[in-house]
């Protein structure tokens, strides 16, 4: 379906990674999971979860990041998508929350990592100095104010720049079915007590709640950006939510969305 002035494209991702994606973040999956840290559980349980949209993010990047172009990965650990970057060549640099929890990772593969709460913080970065800003799985994890820390990211991309946001889709099959027949808002990570405990466990706020496409949209849009596309992506393990998903791709569980900055908002 196409897009106009007000209604980004949307499309489905019809296929898996490449292989070549993939092999890349099974090896930063092991160089992490080797790595010693006091989160290692969690990271190895996120490599195994979040592994083909990695690979698939991989792929997508390339399309859009031309040699020598910079990137900033918001919210990089565990680092799967940070390492796979850098050994592709890319200027990356990524943000993180508490980098001592990776700081042996860090260090043995010289990644170059600002320390910056961005809920609380602004980015130590240069307006206009970000050609492309990676802010995959974290949209979902904001508590404070999310307006601020998007508006952080308008303010450090070019004009022309884009933003890379991926979030779990609310309106999905599984969201549907949570809501109507457990009447529980979620459809990814559930039990709001959990999510909240992970301060505790593993350093960082789970999933605050999750949203649906037309509320990131509107949202995004309201902050500054321009919602070009909204990328439905994700597979489900039956065959009859397989089949739902390939008729109305709206229903699959994630959602990536590319944004761009308008030269009026430098």
Same mark, same amino acid.
Request: no cysteine; glycine share 6%; hydrophobic share 40%.
């Given at each position: 379906m196409s897009g106009s002035a007000n209604q980004p494209e949307m499309t489905a991702a019809a296929f898996g990674p490449s292989a070549e994606a993939n092999a890349e973040i099974?090896? &930063?999956?092991?160089?992490?999971?080797? #790595?010693?840290?006091g989160i290692g559980d969690w990271a190895r349980t996120y490599a195994v979860d979040h592994r083909a949209r990695l690979a698939l993010d991989l792929d997508l990047i390339e399309d859009f990041a031309a040699p020598g172009q910079t990137i900033l990965e918001m919210g990089s650990a565990p680092y799967l998508l940070t390492l796979a970057l850098k050994a592709r060549g890319h200027r990356l640099t990524g943000v993180d929350l508490d980098p001592s929890r990776f700081a042996a990772l860090i260090a043995a593969h010289d990644l170059d990592i600002l320390d910056c709460n961005i809920e609380e913080k602004p980015l130590p970065l240069a307006g206009d100095s970000v050609d492309l800003v990676l802010f995959n799985e974290l949209f979902e994890h904001l508590r404070i104010d999310p307006i601020f820390t998007l508006g952080e990211v308008l303010r450090v991309l070019k004009p022309g720049g884009r933003l890379f946001l991926s979030?779990?889709?609310?309106? #999905?099959?599984?969201?549907? %079915?949570? *809501?109507? *027949? &457990?009447?529980?808002?979620w459809s990814c990570?559930?039990?709001?007590?959990?999510?909240?405990?992970?301060?505790?466990?593993?350093?960082?706020?789970?999933?605050? %709640?999750?949203?649906?496409?037309?509320?990131?949209?509107?949202?995004?849009?309201?902050?500054?950006? #321009?919602?070009?596309?909204?990328?439905?992506?994700?597979?489900?393990? #039956?065959?009859?939510?397989?089949? &739902?998903?390939?008729?109305?791709?709206?229903?699959?569980?994630?959602?990536?969305?590319?944004?761009?900055?308008? &030269?009026?908002?430098?």
């Open positions: 099974l090896k &930063a999956a092991e160089l992490v999971t080797a #790595s010693e840290s979030t779990p889709n609310l309106k #999905s099959l599984t969201g549907i %079915r949570n *809501f109507l *027949f &457990a009447g529980e808002a990570s559930q039990s709001v007590y959990d999510q909240y405990a992970k301060l505790k466990t593993i350093g960082h706020m789970g999933h605050v %709640r999750e949203y649906t496409a037309a509320e990131v949209t509107d949202f995004l849009s309201r902050v500054g950006f #321009s919602v070009e596309r909204q990328i439905y992506r994700g597979r489900y393990a #039956s065959n009859w939510e397989q089949m &739902a998903a390939r008729m109305r791709p709206q229903l699959r569980p994630f959602v990536t969305y590319i944004a761009g900055k308008p &030269a009026a908002a430098a």
